[in-house]
């Protein structure tokens, strides 16, 4: 399974008049940790779209467990339990550092697409050389 675990700090403008993190900044904490699992495996969005693919997202989903507050250190962990084909199914859970607390947790589906026809289509053979060890 590939796996992968990032942190980043809570900052003023992520959060809201209750003083809560945003529920909507959940969606780019997710993208956080999907990006840096990538670039853990030799994999950049930049990359993939210089190759002539996209990767759109075809549902998401959150449930929060508590809130997130202001200066909080969040560990963002991101796996892959399978091999994406053409779908790529990534579970997140988000952490609070300090207080050892599940934030949230969730899912995001995401398409290959190529970018020339805009269809969906099997992961590209670089991006599968990239992460298929997790998976042997």
């Not at 675990?5 to 809560?20: E, G, I, N, P, S």
């Not at 840096?36 to 549902?59: D, F, H």
Request: net charge negative.
């Amino acid at each position: 399974m590939m796996k992968g675990k990032t942190t980043l700090r809570v900052r003023y403008a992520d959060t809201d008049q209750m003083r809560f993190v945003y529920n909507g900044k959940f969606f780019e904490y997710f993208e956080v940790g999907r990006s840096e699992l990538l670039r853990a495996n030799g994999l950049t969005y930049k990359q993939i779209e210089e190759n002539g693919y996209y990767m759109p997202v075809r549902e998401i989903k959150i449930e929060f467990k508590t809130a997130a507050f202001y200066d909080e250190e969040l560990e963002i962990e991101t796996w892959a339990e399978k091999l994406p084909a053409p779908l790529m199914h990534l579970q997140h859970r988000v952490r609070s550092v300090e207080r050892d607390v599940i934030i949230c947790e969730g899912y995001i589906d995401l398409i290959f697409v190529r970018a020339e026809t805009g269809r969906a289509c099997k992961p590209p053979e670089f991006f599968i050389n990239a992460i298929k060890e997790y998976y042997d």
